[in-house]
């Protein structure tokens, strides 16, 4: 059951993401988006997906992060080879501020 999801609405949601201003309202919107899980879900994944950008073992991540191994792999596929490249934007961007 791997349905697509609706293209317009993505774009809808996306369009809303780009319209906050701040991390609170920021935090406010996906406080109100998503459950509690869902939200645990997404800070982890990006966790996964720094902590694979430094290079770090599996190993060490699942200790870090608390993820099962099926998500980092997952998130690696998507860093590696299978994603969009819209992790890297992030830490690119992020890198550069931090400068």
Do not use: H, W
């Not at 996964?48 to 191994?69: C, F, H, M, P, R």
């Amino acid at each position: 059951m791997n349905e697509k999801p609706d293209l317009n609405s993505l774009n809808e949601l996306y369009d809303a993401i780009l319209m906050l201003e701040s991390q609170e309202e920021c935090s406010a919107f996906f406080k109100d988006l998503c459950t509690v899980p869902e939200l645990k879900a997404l800070s982890q994944r990006f966790q996964v997906a720094k902590l694979l950008n430094e290079n770090k073992v599996y190993s060490d991540i699942v200790k870090q992060t608390g993820a099962s191994t099926a998500t980092i792999s997952r998130v690696k596929r998507s860093l590696s080879y299978d994603g969009d490249g819209g992790y890297q934007i992030v830490f690119d961007r992020i890198a550069e501020e931090e400068k």
